[in-house]
């Protein structure tokens, strides 16, 4: 059974840094490609940042860029998001997935996407 179990969400105020877990069982690193996903409430879930080949050249989306973080432990088999300077628009639940394709090509989401797992909430609010 595969399953992708988010945690490290909370609440945090405008500026605040929170650090996303995501463990993987089922499937391992060296044989999916996984990212971030998020959904803000009333809006479609999109992507955030995911990992490319040995872990290089990650894709973050725009919003993202110079704030966020995305990196791995294969001997964990676990993936994180580093969330700093956090701003109100980014309140969603954050999902990890995994991907045998690339997901960078993609912008970390697209219908097909193999699995992703239960999310962890994360509410940036003064």
């Known amino acids: 059974e595969v399953q992708l179990q988010a945690s490290g969400g909370g609440l945090v105020q405008p500026g605040g840094s929170l650090r996303l877990s995501c463990v993987l069982s089922?499937?391992?690193?060296?044989?999916?490609?996984v990212g971030w996903l998020r959904q803000a409430p009333g809006k479609d879930r999109e992507g955030v940042a995911c990992l490319g080949d040995s872990d290089e050249d990650p894709y973050l989306v725009n919003t993202a860029k110079g704030r966020f973080t995305i990196s791995a432990d294969h001997a964990k088999n676990e993936v994180y998001l580093q969330l700093n300077n956090l701003r109100p628009e980014d309140t969603a639940v954050y999902y990890c997935?995994?991907?045998?394709?690339?997901?960078?090509?993609?912008?970390?989401?697209?219908?097909?996407?193999?699995?992703w797992g239960k999310g962890t909430l994360v509410t940036v609010s003064s």
């Open positions: 089922g499937v391992t690193l060296d044989d999916y490609y």
């Open positions: 997935a995994a991907d045998q394709m690339d997901l960078r090509g993609v912008g970390c989401i697209y219908a097909g996407i193999d699995f």
